[in-house]
């Protein structure tokens, strides 16, 4: 315990020699993270309603990445294991409820209606992605979504390795209510009010709100001099879909509807991915202003794929990959990954498999950090990928679980998964059906056979879900 404190101590000091300013070798790092936002929402990844200029120039210029993987089919575990590097097998949060342990607390639906369940948190001794970089000397800002506090308010960023946050929390409950238009919000420990939404009144937008959150980061990093990570996850376009149209223009989408509500909930839909990139936008021009854009390194990822209540047939959401958010089919993990660096991230479309646990020994290299990593991650360094480099991704393991409920895991072109208690592993060969269409587990049963058990050798219970990860 005395060698944690001394690590959360260093990391909250003052700079020191080792926080020399950013260049493009050692660079600031933008991490913009969308919420439930599908694999076939950017009009670059395919979409043919959505109209995403400011990303899709990120990837024009930069590196995409066509087969990411989030960390899990849900928000809280799949940024758990972006914050830690360890897959839904090792990781502390492995589902959004824990079915023992953990802390309860109140859950809000969007029709406004309660329910108590149990969520598990980050813990002290968990090491953070923000932990690794801040003992590196940079400056770590979390903006808006976190996700991993359960229901302990002492488990909020800024206790967790990130020297600013700048949002909300699950523990206080109406610090995320209205979801777009809030009243509340966190600064550090203290809940201020937005005061153009008092009274439930829709002038800010949060994700206007989180943009300038991110820009007033990034303006006090500048006069500073000292690196920063700033990690932007913006809420957009998760559910319920609420964007008025003097906030973004609403757009005709040319499919048919079966009702009036469908049809306004695609065009809110896409208004709220729109709006979210035209925050992008303001964010990279701001970096571009300041004389900061060659020094820092962007990346954009969703945190998962895009849920039931999105228009998934109509827009679709899910570039005709099957399934959706919290499934472990492709349409629920499978996620667009763009990084761009002017002058130091070439233009290319890559199909190396690379995954949410990668992130923590990738930027962790890329902050010569690697002497404050954990003992163990899941990932790998694939920093070399973004420079045009090779790295072998595809001759591992990469592994998810909801505990008891779903499992899968991918072997190069192969895939292995199963959404339903007890029901067998499917086989799927991603390389000739990556729809997951066709199952093979009865042609190769050997193979079933090794991936039932490569994959329970990934699961290690923990004390939150002490089930086998069946």
Request: glycine residues 8%; aromatic residues 10%; contains cysteine.
């Amino acid at each position: 315990m005395k060698n944690l404190a001394l690590l959360s101590l260093t990391a909250l000091a003052a700079p020191s020699a080792q926080a020399q300013q950013a260049t493009p070798e050692r660079p600031n790092i933008v991490f913009i993270l969308a919420d439930d936002m599908g694999y076939g929402d950017l009009s670059c990844f395919g979409s043919k309603y959505v109209k995403t200029p400011n990303i899709d120039r990120l990837s024009s210029e930069g590196t995409t990445f066509t087969q990411c993987y989030a960390g899990s089919g849900i928000s809280s575990p799949s940024r758990c294991s972006l914050m830690t590097g360890l897959n839904t097998g090792h990781s502390r949060i492995r589902d959004n409820q824990c079915p023992v342990g953990g802390r309860v607390g109140i859950k809000i639906n969007p029709k406004g209606d309660t329910t108590y369940i149990h969520r598990t948190n980050l813990m002290p001794e968990d090491t953070t992605l923000a932990t690794v970089l801040s003992a590196a000397g940079y400056r770590t800002c979390l903006v808006n979504k976190w996700h991993l506090d359960g229901y302990d308010p002492e488990a909020a960023p800024n206790h967790r390795g990130f020297h600013e946050f700048h949002g909300w929390t699950i523990s206080t409950v109406h610090s995320n209510a209205p979801y777009y238009y809030p009243y509340y919000r966190f600064d550090g420990d203290e809940l201020i009010n937005i005061r153009e939404n008092r009274r439930d009144r829709h002038v800010r937008h949060n994700t206007d709100i989180s943009a300038d959150d991110a820009i007033d980061f990034i303006r006090r990093q500048k006069e500073s001099g000292q690196p920063f990570f700033l990690y932007l996850a913006f809420d957009a376009p998760h559910e319920p879909f609420i964007i008025d149209e003097k906030t973004w223009r609403w757009h005709d989408i040319g499919e048919p509807f079966a009702t009036p509500e469908e049809k306004q909930n695609a065009q809110r839909y896409a208004a709220l991915i729109e709006h979210m990139d035209a925050a992008v936008g303001r964010v990279v021009d701001y970096l571009e202003q300041q004389g900061l854009r060659e020094n820092t390194l962007v990346i954009f990822a969703s945190d998962n794929g895009a849920a039931i209540q999105a228009p998934l047939p109509q827009l679709n959401c899910n570039a005709g990959f099957r399934g959706r958010k919290a499934q472990l089919y492709e349409g629920g993990i499978r996620v667009p990954l763009i990084v761009n660096q002017p002058g130091r991230v070439p233009v290319q479309r890559l199909q190396n498999l690379v995954y949410f646990p990668d992130f923590m020994p990738t930027l962790a290299r890329l902050a010569q950090g690697e002497q404050h990593l954990p003992q163990h991650t899941d990932g790998i360094d694939i920093s070399p990928l973004f420079f045009g480099q090779p790295v072998d991704t595809d001759h591992r393991l990469l592994y998810w679980e909801f505990p008891g409920k779903q499992r899968a895991a991918r072997l190069g072109n192969w895939k292995a998964v199963t959404i339903k208690k007890g029901a067998p592993l499917e086989l799927y060969n991603l390389k000739d059906d990556p729809a997951e269409q066709h199952n093979l587990a009865d042609q190769y049963p050997e193979m079933v056979q090794l991936f039932d058990e490569a994959m329970r050798r990934m699961h290690t219970p923990s004390e939150c879900w002490p089930l086998p990860g069946e």
